[in-house]
């Protein structure tokens, strides 16, 4: 459920400072303003203070519980964001760090439960930091599974339609459309040894084992 007021990006970076700060377990008030830009945190410190989202305790900084699921809420979109950019698209972490914190502030609630879903409700980012769980996550307690997998997962005698490919040469990805392997097909695994053969269509086809990582797929409607 959207929670009731609408952060700025700019309120939503200094509550994920304060975020961070907490882990190393530096939350002091000192560290949280800082002297860059510290005019500007003292404003949003204030402001959530008269808010009721953070409180102040022998100059530590804490959210109080009003203040909790705004914080919870941008970390998890950061770093779900991060495991998608940097795991599926396998991006370098410089153009994850940059990107994620322009697309955390851009993602709603249910962008959000999407991704987490489909990276298969991931714990970490990849610095290793905790990700928050979500509503998804409770949801799939008992079998947190990727909605999306590679392709050597599937069981045999499966049917599975192809997401996409992670190869960035084009001689690959020409191989494999050749043979009718592309996004949105629908695929069989007829066996996984000695050699992987697909089914596709009416057609049995054999390909390479070092394909079968990079092409990933969703369970399809028997």
């Known amino acids: 459920m959207p929670l009731p007021l609408e952060l700025t990006e700019a309120e939503e970076m200094f509550l994920e400072r304060l975020w961070c700060l907490k882990e190393i377990e530096k939350n002091t008030r000192r560290s949280l303003i800082g002297t860059h830009d510290c005019h500007l945190r003292e404003k949003f410190f204030e402001g959530f203070q008269q808010k009721g989202l953070v409180a102040v305790k022998e100059d530590r900084v804490d959210f109080t519980d009003k203040g909790f699921p705004y914080a919870r809420d941008v970390i998890r979109r950061r770093r779900l964001t991060e495991v998608l950019l940097h795991n599926v698209l396998e991006l370098n972490l410089n ?16 962008v959000t439960d999407s991704i987490c879903t489909f990276l298969g409700h991931p714990v970490q980012c990849p610095h290793g930091k905790p990700i928050p769980r979500g509503g998804c996550c409770q949801q799939k307690k008992g079998s947190l599974k990727p909605l999306i997998e590679p392709l050597r997962n599937l069981p045999v005698g499966k049917k599975a339609r ?18 009718g392997l592309y996004p949105g097909v629908v695929v069989s695994l007829r066996q996984h040894n000695p050699t992987v053969i697909l089914r596709v269509g009416e057609t049995d086809i054999a390909i390479d084992s070092s394909f079968v990582d990079r092409i990933y797929c969703r369970p399809a409607k028997e």
């Open 162 to 179: 192809v997401v996409f490919i992670t190869s960035e040469d084009t001689g690959v990805l020409q191989r494999l459309t050749s043979l």
């Open 95 to 110: 153009v994850v760090e940059t990107s994620a914190c322009k697309i955390e502030h851009l993602i709603n609630e249910e």
